[in-house]
């Protein structure tokens, strides 16, 4: 005799768990852009990433499975982004001290002189009156104001006789005479004497001296004694800057202004003012600088006196430790 089963007669036997009495659950899908997105983590990682966040809202919505791919992909976008900037900023930084080491090398090469082979320094190049000289004077405005009030002087022809005018810088550590070269720069001599005989130069310090071995000089002309000051207009280059083209390489290499030498200050070509300076020693200088004049004797023994005190402070070049003051400069 056999016992009842425990289910009844008819029940049939269970065949699943809870609400699927057919069988397991189906699985989900995964969502195809997380698969993308991890693929092209590996060859383009910018779209991984985009792809990656494209998959993760989807997942979020729909619930399909596919999370962990998503973010892999994200997650290795991210590292082979950060490992290329790496890289990239690595490699310009190597590159362009690669390209500085040649060009200290190269620089080293151009300026070092063979054992067999002496330096030769080049002196100022011969005059050869330019077809223009003199013909057109022009002293245009400046943005910067005059240090001190002032008339540009007038502009058009000059003349460039008589060859020569005599002045004197009379300063307060002796009177320096000059011989201004009305010759080679004509509109640099009338600009100078047009300040003298308005007073421009009166009590005004001499405000650099250099004391280098190669550049041995006294910078004057700034009423303002900063360096910066002008007489509101400037004025173009003369000699020895005219005996050049302007695309010639040799108007950048240092020639020699001898000792004695009256040169006009600047900051660029063209933009000559009022600062001028007096050599004491023969200076290295590119020929940007117009030569108006020479110094004589007694003028260069005041010079020599006023750079044996040397500078304040000590330094090569700064303000002399003996001030110098220009009284005024007399022009006849």
Known sequence: MTSPSPYGENQPYPTGYGVYPGGYPPPRSTNSLAVVSLVCAFLFAPLGIVFGHMSLSQIKRSGEEGRGLAIAGLVIS???????VVVVVVSVILVVGLAASLERFDAQGRNSPRPDAPTVQQPLPPFAPPATLGSNCQYPATTEPASRPVTPPQTGRTATTPPSIPATIVTDRGDIGVELDNAKSPCTVRNFT???????????????????????????????????????????????????????PALKA??????????????????????????????????????????????????????AAGTRGGSQDGEPATRVTIESVRVP
Do not use: W
Not at 78 to 84: P, Q, S
């Open 78 to 84: 991210y590292l082979v982004i950060a490992m290329t």
């Open 254 to 307: 240092d020639v020699v202004y001898p000792r004695g030498t009256l040169a006009m200050a600047n900051s660029g070509l063209g933009t000559n003012g009022s600062q001028f300076f007096l050599i004491y020693d023969d200076s290295m200088l590119p020929p940007q600088y117009t030569v108006f004049g020479t110094i004589d004797a007694k003028g260069l023994a005041a010079l020599d006196k006023i750079a």
């Open 194 to 248: 047009s300040l003298a005989e308005q007073g421009y130069f009166d009590d005004t310090r001499c405000h650099r001296l250099t004391v280098e071995p190669e550049l041995r000089l006294l910078q004057c002309g700034d009423p303002s004694a900063t360096g910066t000051g002008g007489p509101g207009y400037r004025f173009p280059n003369e000699y020895p800057s005219n005996q050049y083209r302007m695309a010639d």
